[in-house]
């Protein structure tokens, strides 16, 4: 499973979130591929979505494992297991496949991967 991974994050200096570094940490130590993003760069459609899911940062976007806002080290875990598991099978016969990835909170489909 090749999976598209955004990572949305406070990217105001006089601001800093320890929450949106720890994720973004985890991420980079598991070496769990994402493309990140400051808030400063979202559409204002995208905060109101990103807000809707409970706070404002960090917002991590998935392709398979949902979405979700704030520090989850449960969806974290099962996000590095799986990865780890498709990685094992990254040796099989069939090549990655790229979809069209849909959000389901707000209009989210505007979010480009």
């Not at 949902?66 to 498709?86: E, F, I, N, V």
């Not at 099989?92 to 991967?113: H, I, L, Y």
Request: hydrophobic share 30%; charged share 25%.
């Amino acid at each position: 499973m090749n999976e598209d991974i955004e990572i949305w994050v406070q990217d105001d200096p006089d601001f800093p979130c320890q929450q949106c570094d720890v994720t973004v940490d985890y991420f980079d130590r598991n070496k769990i591929p994402f493309t990140k993003h400051g808030l400063s760069e979202a559409t204002d459609e995208q905060r109101q979505a990103f807000r809707s899911l409970g706070t404002t940062a960090p917002v991590v976007l998935t392709e398979h494992h949902g979405q979700w806002a704030g520090l989850r080290p449960d969806k974290l875990r099962t996000l590095k297991k799986d990865h780890r598991s498709a990685s094992a099978k990254a040796g099989s016969t069939s090549p990655p496949t790229t979809e069209p990835v849909t959000f389901a909170a707000g209009n989210m489909s505007s979010v480009s991967m």
